[in-house]
């Protein structure tokens, strides 16, 4: 199966786009010792942190901003874990509760359902002010990418420095508010060796992609930055769930649910027209009937021979006797006696 990525380009960007404009970027200067004391450095990074947030802004806007306009938001966010079945906000992403925040997020959902769609989403609102204002940066790479990079040595700040220019070399990423949104799980290659691999807690220290990713999921690596894993049910595994520590389902909204549902009706009202229904050969010759398992029970129709019944509509086909209602039904029949049409009719 195709994953959300397979019909769009990748989310995460290439090394230079997200470089501030010409205008906008600071000339680094020598800082004196008595600027030092009177906390002229503090300025600085504070500078150069919202230069690259207003650049990074900007470009999730030109990139996404025109084509998510294009597509109907007809999916949902829910926790598994509630019991409430409201859908998420995308401010309540990281929450676990009204006073609990997580650091790991992992949003499950099947292929195509639109979950690089809602991580767009997701970016888009925060960069235009609406949601997550105490986010500084938002880092998104996908897992494919990633597994390119594998065989290169590098820290993880030689890594964040790669899509971005030099400034973000003096850039204190453990005093702000970092997001990683981690796409395409299960289409990951690397073994992530959460048992063997070392546990980095410097950001400058190299090592490989795998170990990397490991330690920054783990929480050695940047332990103040958010994740947001997004995987395919068939990925879900390839993390252990001791560091996930909130799941979320993307899901249809109900109004695309009846759109598909309406949509397949009449694919089947087309294939199987009244004339064809009419003139099918069969259609006074059979009979579907029912016979019901009583192995377990014998009453007095049993008793009396009774083992059969006709279904008078075909909608009756799952519903038993008492009320109840039968999980999987078997018709059999000679060949050509009618069952397809029976099914088509259904």
């Known amino acids: 199966m195709r994953s959300d990525r397979s019909k769009n380009e990748p989310t995460n960007f290439n090394e230079g786009e997200l470089r501030p404009p010409q205008s906008q970027r600071t000339v680094s200067t020598s800082v004196e010792p008595d600027q030092l004391e009177d906390g002229g450095d503090a300025s600085k990074d504070k500078d150069v942190r919202d230069e690259l947030t207003a650049a990074l802004k900007n470009r999730i806007l030109s990139h996404y901003e025109d084509k998510l306009r294009k597509h109907e938001t007809d999916t949902e966010l829910y926790g598994t874990e509630e019991k409430n079945n409201k859908a998420q906000t995308y401010d309540a992403i990281f929450q676990k509760s009204k006073k609990e925040e997580v650091r790991t997020v992992l949003m499950k959902g099947i292929a195509a359902v639109g979950k690089t769609f809602q991580t767009r989403r997701f970016m888009v609102d925060w960069a235009k002010g609406k949601t997550n204002n105490n986010i500084d940066l938002i880092v998104p790479f996908h897992f494919s990418e990633l597994h390119t990079r594998r065989d290169k040595v590098q820290s993880l700040k030689d890594l964040l420095n790669s899509v971005d220019d ?27 060796d959460f048992e063997n691999n070392k546990e980095l807690t410097d950001m400058e220290e190299s090592a490989s992609m795998d170990v990397l990713l490991t330690s920054l999921i783990k929480g050695k690596l940047l332990p103040s930055a958010h994740l947001w894993i ?27 649910r009846q759109k598909l549902i309406s949509r397949l009706k009449e694919i089947l009202r087309k294939e199987n027209t009244q004339d064809e229904e009419i003139n099918h050969p069969n259609q006074k010759n059979t009979e579907h009937i029912i016979r019901e398992d009583r192995r ?8 009396n021979g009774r083992t059969v019944k006709p279904v008078n509509q075909v909608s009756d086909i799952f ?27 259904f």
């Open 166 to 192: 030099k400034h973000r070399s003096f850039f204190m990423y453990n005093e702000c508010k970092v997001v990683f949104v981690l796409d395409g799980l299960e289409e990951c290659e690397l073994p992530l």
């Open 230 to 256: 997004i995987s395919q049910p068939s990925g879900v595994d390839k993390i252990p769930p001791e560091y996930i520590q909130k799941v979320t389902e993307c899901r249809e909204t109900s109004k695309r």
């Open 296 to 303: 377990s029970e014998v009453d007095d129709e049993a008793r």
């Open 319 to 345: 519903k038993a006797a008492k009320g109840q209602t039968m999980r999987t039904v078997l018709t059999v029949g000679e060949p050509d006696i009618g069952k397809t049409f029976h099914v088509q009719k």
